[in-house]
């Protein structure tokens, strides 16, 4: 069994980044798995090294060792990998599922209202190629007026796609209509979350996914992408996310809660003591270590609504 943290190094991690490796660590070691540190630093813009490394000095302060992986090892370091995901994406376009997309973010939120339930856009396949003629004139015009080079998009069918994740249960997700054509690179080149997750988790042998609720949508077209690549697809657990006073999702804005003033306050025990209590793991938050919540760890006790922390 292996499982992994794979934080975005844009900033100093918050105390939901925190609950998020030590559930993923309590629910690989109780298992008798592995646990692999990924630093997912696609967006050359927002993504730094010191920020990696120092979220690596954070997790070894709170006791959360792991097995391989990190900022040292490029094997697992997302802007390393490129190459690799060249490769596979040349292999959804042979499929002839993959196409450019000229669309801006200002066409794309025109076309329509956000969805219902959670505010997204799903992309309604504007630069979808038809096969006739007038399209791919249209497409053309659309080519020789675009200033910038295309995004590349991922065809998806109209499927339900069906998953059981081990804390919310059964899910029941229709592609087109909750997903829509999904970007697989982006028109500044990086590549896009889905098709780096899927490829890294593969080839470095994840067997189980542990992260934060606000993925959950993202199973569907990840499971997709298993499918097109020949892939096993791993076991998928969400949590719920760790929200702020005013019910807002805790953020790297969100300074009150980030680590550079928990560390200040609070030992690493009584820090990880707060965290299980607000995770359901403790009836009380006393001060413990990662390896003494083991006897702890059990699914059945993490709630399934989001938590509300104060500020410290």
Known sequence: ????????????????????????WLSARSQGGE???????????????????????DLRWLGLEWDAGGVEDPEYVQSQRYDIYEVY??????????????????????TQAPHESDGRIVYQG?????GTRAKQEW??????????????????????????????????????????????RRSDGAWAYQLAVV????????????????????????????????????????????????????????????MGILRSRYTAPELLGHIAYYGGLLPEPVPTSAQDLLPYFNWAKIPTNDIIVPSV
Request: a negative charge; proline letters at 6%.
């Open 139 to 184: 497409l053309a015009q659309r080519a020789a007026a675009c200033p910038h080079a295309p995004a590349i998009r991922l065809q998806v069918p109209d499927r339900d796609i069906q998953f059981i994740d081990l804390h919310y249960g059964k899910q029941h997700v229709n592609l087109a209509q909750s997903c829509g054509d999904f970007i697989l």
């Open 35 to 57: 646990w692999i540190l990924r630093i997912e630093d696609l967006d050359p813009q927002r993504c730094k090294r010191e920020y990696a490394e120092q979220l690596e000095d």
């Open 199 to 258: 490829v890294d988790d593969a080839l470095m042998g994840v067997t189980e996914v542990v992260r934060g609720r606000d993925l959950l949508l993202s199973v569907p077209q990840q499971l997709y992408l298993y499918e097109l690549l020949g892939f096993q697809a791993p076991t998928f657990a969400h949590i719920p996310l760790l929200c702020n006073e005013s019910g807002q999702r805790l953020c790297k804005r969100d300074l009150s809660l980030h």
């Open 1 to 24: 069994m292996l499982s992994r943290f794979a934080p975005s190094p844009s900033g100093r991690m918050h105390l939901g980044n925190v609950y998020s490796a030590l559930i993923s």
């Open 89 to 110: 994406l040349k292999r959804l376009a042979d499929l002839g599922l993959t196409y450019p997309c000229y669309c801006s973010r200002a066409d794309i939120l025109a």
């Open 126 to 130: 504007t630069c979808r190629p038809d």
